[in-house]
């Protein structure tokens, strides 16, 4: 699915949030160019949820978002891929950007339309995608789950499996969605982070390591974790608990 298109192939108070993604995230600088693994350029999936449900925030959100994608595009070897889903049943992706601006425009044309969660078509997409060619992982952005989370868990498998983690930035608090989330994030290796309105300009902080990540590996995040500590460290760490509990 290189192109545009559908993807139709297989109770804590606000301020311990506040203090939950403070403790996560820091200011992450970019990554010098040519870290790829491999050789190779970096992928990461940005995933989002763009149903109703998030309208409130979306039109407010939309500036954070365009830093968060004008950062990732500053760092050197990686390609970034939009995906989202809304309305009925559409589940659609675009080409893979390595320009921000171009990135930009794409995410600025998504307007929110009512309608179910499709989380795991974006896994399945996913999967599909890597099995094309090698992506270094998925970031979500949403604030609910309408799905049979064991077929998620077993999609995260799979993507765990062929070493695609996913980074689930979940907006609010609502408690299924966490414990979701949550499982999607340890099955594929990835981590589980929740914002609220207070905390939500620190995520572009966030995204930075993980694009260090999808860039450099763990290894990379493990040279920023030990040179800047913040984001990097968090997520450094998070990926490591993960794959302690996996081996266990």
């Known amino acids: 699915m290189a192109g545009k298109g559908d993807v139709t192939k297989p109770g804590t108070s606000g301020q311990s949030y506040s ?6 995230l820091r200011k992450v600088r970019d990554l010098p160019a040519g870290t790829g693994g491999g050789g190779q350029r ?3 999936i940005f995933s989002l949820d763009a149903t109703a449900s998030r309208q409130p925030s979306w039109d407010q959100a939309m500036d954070l978002q365009a830093e968060m994608f004008s950062q990732t595009g500053n760092l050197g070897g990686l390609d970034v891929q939009l995906a989202y889903y809304r309305g009925f049943g559409e589940c659609k992706a675009s080409r893979w950007h390595s ?4 990135l930009l425009k794409a995410m600025t044309a998504v307007q929110c339309l009512a309608g179910r969660t499709q ?3 974006l896994l399945q997409h996913a999967r599909s995608e890597n099995a094309k060619k090698k992506v270094s992982a998925l970031v979500f952005i949403g604030d609910c789950v309408e799905e049979d989370v064991d077929e998620l868990g077993h999609l995260a498998g799979e993507l765990k499996l062929v070493g695609v983690p996913c980074f689930i930035f979940q907006e609010g608090h609502e408690p299924m969605a966490t414990r979701a989330f949550d499982q999607i994030a340890r099955l ?6 929740r914002f609220d309105a207070g905390s939500a300009r620190q995520l572009k902080d966030l995204l930075g390591a993980v694009a260090v990540y999808a860039s450099g590996g763990l290894k990379a995040l493990s040279e920023r ?5 913040g984001a990097a460290k ?5 990926l490591r608990l993960s794959d302690h509990r996996r081996g266990s």
């Open 19 to 24: 203090n939950e993604v403070d403790s996560f």
């Open 42 to 44: 970096g992928r990461l």
């Open 99 to 102: 320009d921000p601006k171009a």
């Open 119 to 121: 989380i795991g078509r």
């Open 188 to 193: 594929s290796g990835g981590a589980h982070c």
């Open 225 to 229: 974790s030990t040179r800047e500590g």
């Open 234 to 238: 968090q997520l450094h760490d998070r």
